[in-house]
């Protein structure tokens, strides 16, 4: 996944439940696997969401941990990311 396929993927999934301020979150794992799953042609396996979202949920949840992982997006990615940057203090915001 390239850096401007991760950042449609993320723009995707940054939408609302209608009439409420809560993220609707439905499709995201199937979403991501989606636009990962590729051959070794490089093709992709799906072409659709349903198809995915009809597969067995626990295997659905194994591939989309290694996309997150693979592209960046899991929590352990971030924290790796990170773990360099040293706290921020006020004098970073030139605060005084």
Do not use: H
């Amino acid at each position: 996944m390239t850096g401007r396929d991760r950042d449609e993927y993320i723009q995707s999934m940054v939408k609302r439940k209608p009439d409420s301020d809560n993220p609707d979150l439905r499709g995201l794992k199937a979403a991501l696997v989606l636009r990962t799953a590729i051959d070794l042609d490089g093709e992709p396996l799906w072409d659709q969401l349903d198809e995915i979202q009809d597969k067995c949920a626990s295997a659905i949840d194994r591939i989309y941990e290694v996309a997150e992982e693979l592209n960046g997006l899991s929590t352990k990615e971030e924290e790796a990311a990170t773990s360099d940057f040293a706290p921020a203090t006020s004098e970073c915001f030139g605060i005084t």
